[in-house]
Every structure is written in C-alpha cells, then in structure tokens.
C-alpha cells in the first residue's frame, strides 16, 4: 500500500522559513514525477511546485518562486519543500502527491497518490 506522510508545518512569522518533508512508503518514487500542492481556507488546491524522478527539472508556481525550493533524497525515497521569505499568503494545508508518469503536472486530477497534508500557519 503506497503512503505518502507530510510533516514539518507549523506557525512562523513573516519572513521565516519552514522545511516540510513527505516521506513516501509502498513503492519507490525515484522514477516519478512529485509535487507540493496548497489549499487556503475557502479555495481549490493548487500547485506549489513539481519535480521529475529522472532529470533535475524543477517547476514553480510564479507566486513561490525565488522562494521555495523542491528536491527529493531518492535513498530516503522522502521529497522536500524549502520554504523561504514565507508570506502571511502563503498560509494552507500543503500536499504532498506522486504520479505513475515522469512528468510534472499542475492539475492535481493527474496526480495517483496524495498525503494527507500539514498545516503551515504564517502571521503577519
């Protein structure tokens, strides 16, 4: 059974950063494509941000980048999000999710497998 577990969320202030971790377990994802999605209070989920399993491609949303950075430890089979300069906008529950292909998309109905999500609070 394939698990992806997010932790690492938390309240920050303005400017803070904030590592979150997804830890995957059923299959390996080394070869797959993962992202971060977000859901704020009252919205739909959308992209955070997306790598490849099998190039160094990395895609951002315009409103994270410069500021976040995705990356994967493909021995720890765990995928990460760097959060820097966090924004009182920035606050939702952020998702892990993994997909069979190798390729990153930003509609989450392409995505086959999701963690159960971790809050990030960020204060003004």
């Known amino acids: 059974q394939v698990q992806l577990v997010e932790s690492g969320g938390g309240l920050v202030q303005a400017g803070g950063s904030l590592r979150l971790s997804c830890a995957a377990s059923?299959?390996?994802?080394?070869?797959?494509?993962m992202a971060w999605f977000r859901q704020a209070p009252g919205k739909g989920r959308e992209f955070v941000a997306g790598?490849?399993?099998?190039?160094?491609?990395?895609y951002y949303a315009d409103s994270v980048k410069g500021r976040f950075t995705i990356f994967r430890n493909n021995a720890e089979n765990t995928l990460y999000l760097q959060m820097n300069m966090l924004k009182p906008d920035d606050t939702a529950v952020y998702y892990c999710?993994?997909?069979?292909?190798?390729?990153?998309?930003?509609?989450?109905?392409?995505?086959?497998?999701w963690g159960q999500g971790t809050q990030v609070t960020v204060s003004s």
């Open positions: 790598l490849r399993g099998s190039g160094p491609n990395t």
């Open positions: 999710a993994a997909r069979e292909r190798d390729w990153v998309a930003t509609s989450m109905s392409l995505y086959d497998y």
């Open positions: 059923g299959r390996t994802f080394s070869t797959a494509a």
